[in-house]
């Protein structure tokens, strides 16, 4: 395995969760990690992604302001901090890496398994 993602759960509304993804090696310290999301019944799209220094960070205008990406380089882990969840939010989260940059989910290359948020309202 590539990308472990964990972190996923069932949330009330208006809560927080934290998810996390650790690359399996440092070859992924040089790449561009982020995170994408299926909700249910709709294509994937892009959340939020993190150059590989951990200072450029990206997001999906609907979520600005309430997800939070972060990276712990020594870890090779990013960090996906989510605040004041919406039931709409309930989705398969994956995480995903690559060399390219930006909100196309085709630039990233390399994708972990996914984990669930189930929000309930």
């Known amino acids: 395995v590539q990308l472990q993602a964990s972190g996923g759960g069932l949330v009330q509304a208006g809560g927080s969760l934290t998810l996390s993804c650790t690359a399996s090696?440092?070859?992924?310290?040089?790449?561009?990690m982020g995170w994408a999301r299926q909700r249910p019944g709709q294509e994937r799209e892009f959340v939020a992604a993190?150059?590989?220094?951990?200072?450029?960070?990206y997001y999906a205008d609907s979520l600005r302001g309430r997800f939070a990406i972060s990276r712990v380089i020594a870890n090779n882990t990013i960090y996906l901090q989510m605040n004041s969840l919406k039931p709409e939010d309930t989705a398969v989260y994956y995480c995903l890496a690559g060399h390219g940059w930006g909100s196309s989910l085709s630039q990233y290359n390399t994708w972990g398994q996914g984990t669930l948020v189930t929000v309930s309202s």
């Open positions: 090696d440092s070859s992924f310290s040089s790449q561009a």
């Open positions: 993190i150059d590989w220094n951990g200072r450029g960070k």
